[in-house]
């Protein structure tokens, strides 16, 4: 047996009993590294005649090339073994049931958010929705708050630096009423929207936080009173807390995207420590509301002699904190596990 045959079956017997990646990285590095067998019997070559080195150096290459493709080959073997053991070893059986005590628990606004569509539904509302990033057009111009219009100064709003375009500046939504003009300008009157989503206003105490969620809500028809909106939000609010005697009472306001605006208040009186809804003569504060302006009709192609339409928005995490009792607004947002497994609220038992 020449050399040369030697080294390929010596080669071929290590690769084949080869099981690590490592040991197959030396056995390459033996035959084909710097001081290598086989880079070694190549240098030793040019000692050699022409006919000598065609003939040897054929043959080496020969087996250069076998050894090669069988390494490749054991690499990639080696390579999937090694996966498909750290899948084995990373399985997860998704059929076992969540433990429940560690499980996730649904978080108190994403309840409050089906709770409202449940209701708003129920009354022939269709969601509607709007981006989170607005420009000064839909965020102020079409809600009657023309350029440097002191209202816009009312919103502590966070502006962009992405450029402006002929919808003005991009800023962070200042309140989700320019869903209302998205929802006009695409759908033909009558109507009735809601919205829900995040805001965002410079602000942060244990009552404000810089994002915080509203829900809005449109109603545009040809007969539509500002009765029409006091009984829904009234309604809108018992069926809500759960409260059938709740009083809702209305203070006039200002909006300049209503006319006449008003703010909501609901009664209530502490018992046991706790608020309780719809008894008593405490009165909170819960959102706003207005029959919408002929402006802000017309900014959404809808015409204002013929119809009218109401609209009011809610904090939702204002309306979760008086439902389930949650105190500081901003723990909403803090992912902090103990909360959420003192106000979250389990996936089965819902
Ligand atoms: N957009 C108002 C706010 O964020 C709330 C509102 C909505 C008032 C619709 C009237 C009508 O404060």
């Known amino acids: ?48 005649s022409d006919v000598e080195k065609r003939e040897i150096g054929a043959k080496i290459n ?21 996966q498909e053991k750290k899948l084995a070893s990373e399985f997860i059986d998704v059929t076992m049931p969540t ?42 111009t079409t809600l009657n708050m023309p350029d440097h219009h002191p209202a816009r100064t009312m919103h502590d709003t966070f502006y962009t630096n992405m450029c402006a375009d002929e919808h003005g500046r991009k800023l962070l939504r200042t ?24 805001v965002f206003r410079s602000d942060y105490d244990a009552t404000h936080t810089p994002m915080f969620n509203q829900v809005e809500c449109i109603m545009v028809d040809k007969d539509v009173s500002f009765a029409n909106l006091k009984w829904f939000i009234a309604n809108f609010l018992k069926k809500f807390f759960a409260a059938p005697n709740l009083s809702v009472r209305f203070r006039p306001s200002f909006f300049p995207f209503t006319e006449p605006s008003a703010e909501v208040d609901m009664n209530y009186e502490i018992k046991d420590g706790k608020m309780v809804f719809g008894s008593g003569d405490k009165w909170l504060e819960i959102g706003g509301a207005g029959m919408v302006h002929p402006n802000v009709l017309k900014y959404g192609n809808v015409d204002p002699d013929i119809y009218q339409g109401f609209a009011f928005g809610f904090g939702l995490e204002r309306m979760a904190s008086l439902k389930y009792g949650v105190p500081d607004l901003r723990n909403y947002f803090e992912s902090n596990e103990r909360w959420r497994n003192k106000f979250g609220f389990s996936y089965v038992t819902r």
């Open 1 to 48: 047996m020449s050399e040369l045959d030697k080294l390929l079956a010596s080669c071929l017997y290590e690769i084949a009993s080869c099981d690590d990646l490592k040991k197959l990285d030396q056995i390459k590095n033996a035959v084909f590294g710097k001081n290598g067998k086989i880079t070694e019997m190549l240098k030793a070559l040019k000692g050699l």
């Open 62 to 82: 020969a087996v250069k090339d076998t050894v090669n493709s069988r390494l490749n080959a054991k690499f990639v073997e080696l390579e999937i073994a090694l």
């Open 99 to 140: 433990p429940l005590h560690r499980g996730g628990t649904i978080h108190p606004l994403t309840k409050v958010m089906e709770e409202v569509s449940d209701i708003m539904v129920s009354y022939g509302f269709v969601l509607a929705d709007g981006p989170d990033i607005e420009s000064e057009y839909y965020n102020f």
């Open 175 to 198: 309140h989700t009423s320019p869903v209302q003009t998205h929802a006009m300008l695409t759908h033909k009157p009558p109507f009735r929207f809601f919205a829900m989503g995040r």
